[in-house]
């Protein structure tokens, strides 16, 4: 066996034969001369999934962030240049990924290369010939190196600035149209007499420090600017984090952009141009007189790109699209040049450091909004204090070192985002309902499926993928793939006294949370204790009921009607987790979290029908706060917990379920807590995550088997339930 060179989880990228794309996660093994992936780590003689011999002609072509589903992948092709056919499309979640595997492929065809070259060196040294009759000397094709070998220049193609486009793109660097403001130092080599370089050359001086950072002002050598001009601004300051890091966050337009971006909203990815760029929604959220000023939203191209340096450029400039009209009750402001520069420092006492500038030039557009100055100078400085947010975010955390997630965006559609003539606004008419709806597609939606064999030997090259017939696109998108058809499982059967209502504000009801709120330990978290975003759920949750009684009410599964009932019926297995209050009323918070079936030999399956003491040591609970007071917040916190040590738990294994009966009575630090916010639970809003800890190297990375957000509950709104004589216990 070949000496393996880089090994690992990554996900193969590629469309099916309708066009659509499609995900999965595959173990690659890169050795001296061959790529392959598996569908599991290999074991034996396990024979690869598919293969690729890397030779001189093999390439890798940088194809940036990728959207499939919502979630975002930093895409690899590898391919052998005399069949551009025969290629492995691969991507990472994370930057730094990418670029170690792009690192060890291209070192592994320069080692290629460097042995043909020095095989054909050798044969024609060892040729003995007349010089006199060389010039009528002829060698055979299959003697000689193609033409297009680049013997002499063998990482021409290959050694390029990510995104600069020698390989992913038809030009240098960024679309035309987009000033790049991180090259204005090589002003004196610009056409000079461009009119759109009239404000190109910029001259900064400080005009304050604050929080940390240094704000410079644009000079301009001009005698005369018109009033709707704006000078541009930005923020230079230095964080303690990883370049790939920081980048991460920036790119970001999901929760985590909150907790350090106090001018964020929310956003969304209106059109992926390449895997470079991409035109983006983005809603400000700006505190000048908000009850006087309307809010602002912006419509604009994001272009990206890594230099040889380590270092990553972001370019913002306002864009319009047909599918990013106006919209009601915002006013449109404009971006003329912005962005973000990232740059790598000498590490200080072992911790990386990194220079990040940011840059706004932005017109926030309006009626007689030009005449008040303070309001422009407020919201910019609002904006270019996103840097503090990312050194303080950085400061305040332990996994400083972490690789960075890319980031998850929402597509949006057309529909709701297109402000039409005939439009009229209507109460409730807001991008926050197609959103909502983007993020239920994507709970429910197929990503990764490790045992499917579908379309392992069949990939269409990214290039050619326009080739793709409307009408095949068309039917792509009205037809459900079989696995996601067989998955699906019918709700219209299950019911429980406490309503599900998808809307924020509701109360007294339950809603499914986003997977990605919560964190679970990664494939590497042995080594290095990192935890990665939790994924897609391994049951879905059908029903919930909110009890009351007298006593204690144990073994609720068994009764007539109830979702674990109707789930058995139906040949599902249904996962009950039955949270016992006690009081002088007791309370029980039932939910039923229902699948097709269990697959064997999976940690679930092995919890599932293992016995109380492994169920003890390995059921998790990740309890969070989304809405309600500090002191409940930090009482409850967000620490995951193993309930069969903290609390009793009752194990009752079913035909076709499993129940869990947590009695939160059994542990006074619980019981503590459970008053505090017993008094106020009329005002929580409370996300909890099941789950089974994985442990070793085979479990990881952990599964959700499924979350749950609580709003607002009504202790009176709770049932008393039919359980009959014996089904309660003192």
């Given at each position: 066996?070949?000496?393996?060179?880089?090994?690992?989880?990554?996900?193969?990228?590629?469309?099916?034969?309708?066009?659509?794309?499609?995900?999965?996660?595959?173990?690659?093994?890169?050795?001296?001369?061959?790529?392959?992936?598996?569908?599991?780590?290999?074991?034996?003689?396990?024979?690869?999934?598919?293969?690729?011999?890397?030779?001189?002609?093999?390439?890798?072509?940088?194809?940036?962030?990728?959207?499939?589903?919502?979630?975002?992948?930093?895409?690899?092709?590898?391919?052998?240049?005399?069949?551009?056919?025969?290629?492995?499309?691969?991507?990472?979640?994370?930057?730094?990924?990418?670029?170690?595997?792009?690192?060890?492929?291209?070192?592994?065809?320069?080692?290629?290369?460097?042995?043909?070259?020095?095989?054909?060196?050798?044969?024609?040294?060892?040729?003995?010939?007349?010089?006199?009759?060389?010039?009528?000397?002829?060698?055979?094709?299959?003697?000689?190196?193609?033409?297009?070998?680049?013997?002499?220049?063998?990482?021409?193609?290959?050694?390029?600035?990510?995104?600069?486009?020698?390989?992913?793109?038809?030009?240098?660097?960024?679309?035309?149209?987009?000033?790049?403001?991180?090259?204005?130092?090589?002003?004196?080599?610009?056409?000079?007499?461009?009119?759109?370089?009239?404000?190109?050359?910029?001259?900064?001086?400080?005009?304050?420090?604050?929080?940390?950072?240094?704000?410079?002002?644009?000079?301009?050598?001009?005698?005369?600017?018109?009033?709707?001009?704006?000078?541009?601004?930005?923020?230079?300051?230095?964080?303690?984090?990883?370049?790939?890091?920081?980048?991460?966050?920036?790119?970001?337009?999901?929760?985590?952009?909150?907790?350090?971006?106090?001018?964020?909203?929310?956003?969304?990815?209106?059109?992926?141009?390449?895997?470079?760029?991409?035109?983006?929604?983005?809603?400000?959220?700006?505190d000048w007189l908000p009850m006087l000023v309307w809010p602002r939203d912006l419509c604009y191209v994001r272009y990206w790109r890594r230099n040889d340096d380590g270092s990553y450029v972001v370019l913002f400039q306002?864009?319009?699209?047909?599918?990013?009209?106006?919209?009601?009750?915002?006013?449109?402001?404009?971006?003329?040049?912005?962005?973000?520069?990232?740059?790598?420092?000498?590490?200080?006492?072992?911790?990386?450091?990194?220079?990040?500038?940011?840059?706004?030039?932005?017109?926030?557009?309006?009626?007689?909004?030009?005449?008040?100055?303070?309001?422009?100078?407020?919201?910019?400085?609002?904006?270019?204090?996103?840097?503090?947010?990312?050194?303080?975010?950085?400061?305040?955390?332990?996994?400083?070192?972490?690789?960075?997630?890319?980031?998850?965006?929402?597509?949006?559609?057309?529909?709701?985002v297109s402000l039409k003539k005939d439009h009229k606004p209507q109460e409730g008419d807001s991008l926050t309902t197609s959103l909502d709806q983007a993020r239920a597609d994507n709970r429910t939606s197929v990503m990764?499926?490790?045992?499917?064999?579908?379309?392992?030997?069949?990939?269409?090259?990214?290039?050619?993928?326009?080739?793709?017939?409307?009408?095949?696109?068309?039917?792509?998108?009205?037809?459900?793939?079989?696995?996601?058809?067989?998955?699906?499982?019918?709700?219209?059967?299950?019911?429980?006294?406490?309503?599900?209502?998808?809307?924020?504000?509701?109360?007294?009801?339950?809603?499914?949370?986003?997977?990605?709120?919560?964190?679970?330990?990664?494939?590497?978290?042995?080594?290095?204790?990192?935890?990665?975003?939790?994924?897609?759920?391994?049951?879905?949750?059908?029903?919930?009921?909110?009890?009351?009684?007298?006593?204690?009410?144990?073994?609720?599964?068994?009764?007539?009607?109830?979702?674990?009932?109707?789930?058995?019926?139906?040949?599902?297995?249904?996962?009950?987790?039955?949270?016992?209050?006690?009081?002088?009323?007791?309370?029980?918070?039932?939910?039923?979290?229902?699948?097709?079936?269990?697959?064997?030999?999976?940690?679930?399956?092995?919890?599932?029908?293992?016995?109380?003491?492994?169920?003890?040591?390995?059921?998790?609970?990740?309890?969070?706060?989304?809405?309600?007071?500090?002191?409940?917040?930090?009482?409850?916190?967000?620490?995951?917990?193993?309930?069969?040590?903290?609390?009793?738990?009752?194990?009752?294994?079913?035909?076709?379920?499993?129940?869990?009966?947590?009695?939160?009575?059994?542990?006074?630090?619980?019981?503590?807590?459970?008053?505090?916010?017993?008094?106020?639970?009329?005002?929580?809003?409370?996300?909890?995550?099941?789950?089974?800890?994985?442990?070793?190297?085979?479990?990881?990375?952990?599964?959700?088997?499924?979350?749950?957000?609580?709003?607002?509950?009504?202790?009176?709104?709770?049932?008393?339930?039919?359980?009959?004589?014996?089904?309660?216990?003192?």
């Amino acid at each position: 066996m070949s000496k393996v060179v880089h090994q690992g989880w990554l996900v193969r990228f590629g469309r099916r034969k309708i066009g659509r794309s499609f995900i999965r996660l595959r173990y690659f093994v890169l050795e001296s001369r061959l790529l392959a992936y598996y569908k599991r780590q290999p074991k034996d003689n396990m024979l690869p999934s598919k293969t690729l011999v890397i030779d001189g002609n093999c390439r890798v072509e940088d194809r940036g962030l990728k959207t499939h589903h919502g979630h975002m992948v930093y895409v690899l092709c590898v391919y052998n240049k005399k069949d551009k056919h025969h290629q492995i499309t691969m991507g990472a979640y994370t930057i730094q990924d990418a670029m170690t595997w792009k690192e060890k492929i291209e070192l592994v065809i320069d080692q290629q290369q460097d042995s043909l070259t020095a095989k054909h060196r050798k044969a024609f040294a060892s040729c003995d010939f007349d010089m006199d009759n060389v010039g009528n000397m002829s060698f055979s094709d299959h003697e000689s190196p193609p033409e297009d070998e680049e013997v002499n220049q063998p990482t021409l193609l290959r050694r390029t600035t990510i995104g600069n486009g020698l390989v992913s793109r038809m030009v240098i660097g960024p679309p035309d149209s987009l000033h790049d403001w991180t090259k204005e130092h090589d002003f004196g080599l610009s056409n000079q007499n461009d009119a759109s370089q009239v404000y190109s050359r910029k001259h900064w001086r400080l005009v304050r420090c604050q929080n940390g950072l240094r704000i410079f002002e644009e000079l301009l050598e001009v005698d005369y600017l018109r009033r709707s001009y704006t000078r541009a601004m930005k923020a230079v300051g230095v964080v303690d984090a990883k370049c790939e890091a920081i980048f991460g966050l920036v790119m970001s337009m999901d929760g985590t952009r909150f907790e350090w971006d106090c001018s964020f909203h929310y956003g969304s990815l209106v059109e992926e141009v390449d895997g470079h760029t991409a035109i983006l929604y983005h809603r400000l959220q700006l505190d000048w007189l908000p009850m006087l000023v309307w809010p602002r939203d912006l419509c604009y191209v994001r272009y990206w790109r890594r230099n040889d340096d380590g270092s990553y450029v972001v370019l913002f400039q306002s864009r319009e699209h047909p599918n990013c009209g106006p919209q009601p009750g915002f006013v449109r402001a404009h971006i003329e040049s912005g962005g973000f520069k990232i740059s790598p420092l000498k590490s200080r006492n072992g911790r990386p450091r990194t220079q990040v500038q940011h840059l706004m030039q932005i017109d926030l557009k309006g009626w007689g909004i030009n005449y008040f100055p303070s309001f422009q100078q407020h919201c910019l400085l609002q904006m270019l204090n996103s840097v503090a947010g990312l050194r303080e975010y950085f400061a305040q955390t332990d996994d400083i070192n972490a690789v960075p997630r890319i980031p998850v965006m929402l597509n949006m559609t057309t529909d709701s985002v297109s402000l039409k003539k005939d439009h009229k606004p209507q109460e409730g008419d807001s991008l926050t309902t197609s959103l909502d709806q983007a993020r239920a597609d994507n709970r429910t939606s197929v990503m990764l499926d490790e045992e499917s064999d579908e379309d392992d030997d069949y990939q269409i090259p990214e290039a050619n993928s326009d080739d793709v017939s409307a009408k095949a696109e068309t039917d792509a998108k009205q037809t459900v793939p079989e696995e996601e058809l067989e998955d699906q499982i019918d709700l219209s059967s299950f019911s429980g006294n406490l309503r599900r209502d998808d809307d924020d504000k509701s109360r007294n009801c339950w809603r499914v949370p986003d997977g990605k709120l919560f964190k679970v330990r990664s494939k590497n978290f042995p080594n290095d204790k990192s935890k990665i975003t939790a994924g897609k759920f391994l049951m879905e949750l059908v029903a919930v009921d909110w009890l009351k009684d007298s006593k204690r009410m144990d073994h609720v599964a068994r009764r007539q009607g109830c979702a674990a009932q109707v789930a058995s019926e139906k040949g599902l297995f249904c996962f009950v987790v039955n949270l016992q209050i006690p009081g002088s009323t007791h309370y029980s918070m039932v939910f039923y979290f229902v699948t097709r079936h269990l697959r064997p030999g999976s940690l679930l399956q092995r919890f599932v029908d293992g016995d109380d003491d492994f169920r003890n040591s390995r059921f998790k609970l990740i309890p969070s706060v989304s809405k309600g007071s500090w002191i409940v917040r930090q009482s409850v916190g967000s620490t995951p917990c193993l309930l069969g040590k903290a609390v009793d738990s009752t194990y009752i294994r079913g035909a076709k379920y499993l129940e869990i009966d947590v009695d939160i009575g059994s542990s006074a630090v619980a019981n503590g807590v459970l008053g505090l916010v017993c008094g106020v639970v009329t005002t929580l809003v409370v996300d909890m995550a099941f789950l089974v800890q994985a442990n070793t190297s085979d479990e990881l990375p952990e599964q959700l088997i499924g979350a749950i957000r609580l709003s607002h509950i009504e202790l009176s709104s709770a049932v008393v339930p039919d359980l009959g004589n014996n089904s309660s216990t003192e």
